[in-house]
């Protein structure tokens, strides 16, 4: 069975930093061949796209609130993959979660992806 395990979020003051890890096992899943994404949900909005990375690693996304401040990042021959938040806003403050999905699938949409890790949250105090 596919489990996909986040840690490494909290609360942080506006300015600060936190990262991500989403650590992938499975005795038959080859992390290496699944984009990675990352989503966060805020109380009472719908679950949004925040950034992704394409199984190899050399191709990038990010929803514009985050350019500049968050990298997404994977290590494929540890399983894992990262999300370093930088220049945290209270506005970053959400349940954030990783998953996976195929190749050619869209990056930004939720129902692309079919594995996903329990969610983390991340508070931001002003």
């Known amino acids: 069975q596919v489990q996909l395990v986040e840690s490494g979020g909290g609360l942080v003051q506006a300015g600060g930093s936190l990262r991500h890890s989403c650590a992938a096992s499975g005795r038959t899943f080859v992390f290496s061949i699944y984009d990675m994404g990352w989503f966060r949900q805020a109380p009472g909005k719908e679950r949004e796209f925040v950034a992704a990375i394409n199984w190899s690693g050399v191709s990038t996304y990010y929803t514009d609130s985050v350019k500049g401040r968050f990298t997404i990042s994977r290590d494929n021959a540890k399983n894992t993959g990262f999300l370093q938040m930088n220049s945290l806003k209270p506005e970053d403050t959400a349940v954030y979660y990783c998953?996976?999905?195929?190749?050619?699938?869209?990056?930004?949409?939720?129902?692309?992806?079919?594995?996903w890790g329990q969610g983390t949250q991340v508070t931001v105090s002003s």
């Open positions: 998953a996976t999905k195929r190749i050619s699938t869209d990056y930004n949409n939720h129902d692309s992806y079919t594995t």
